[in-house]
């Protein structure tokens, strides 16, 4: 019912900046939070920022002052840009987003949806 695509992942210098962007589409209603998550290997997955219905953010402590979330309603897209990266922010991030959707009968329900995830690495 509802599709998350990511991009903007890659191989960047430590020091460097990458800025990742996920659109929601689908059956949707109200898009509640918004959020990026990341995964390194042999780690559990940690939330790295969300930013809710209202605008207010919230931010990992290893991403404080570094990361910036946003978020453009009209288009259902969350983007989260990553200045002076470190080695230890490689990892798989995903995009999620919880959301009203139409469930059959049309009534709506909220439920949270992922993306498949997008390589960041952070080395030289």
């Known amino acids: 019912q509802v599709q998350l695509v990511e991009s903007g992942g890659g191989l960047v210098q430590p020091g460097g900046s990458l800025r990742l962007s996920c659109a929601a589409s689908?059956?949707?209603?109200?898009?509640?939070?918004m959020s990026w998550y990341r995964q390194a290997p042999g780690k559990q997955r940690e939330l790295v920022a969300d930013i809710t219905s209202g605008g207010s953010a919230n931010y990992a402590d290893s991403v404080k002052g570094r990361f910036t979330i946003s978020r453009e309603y009209a288009k259902n897209t969350v983007s989260l840009q990553m200045n002076t990266l470190k080695p230890e922010d490689t990892a798989v991030y995903y995009c999620?987003?919880?959301?009203?959707?139409?469930?059959?009968?049309?009534?709506?329900?909220?439920?949270?949806?992922w993306g498949q995830g997008t390589q960041v690495t952070v080395s030289s």
């Open positions: 689908g059956s949707i209603v109200s898009i509640n939070t």
């Open positions: 999620k987003v919880i959301c009203a959707v139409v469930g059959v009968g049309g009534s709506p329900y909220e439920s949270q949806y």
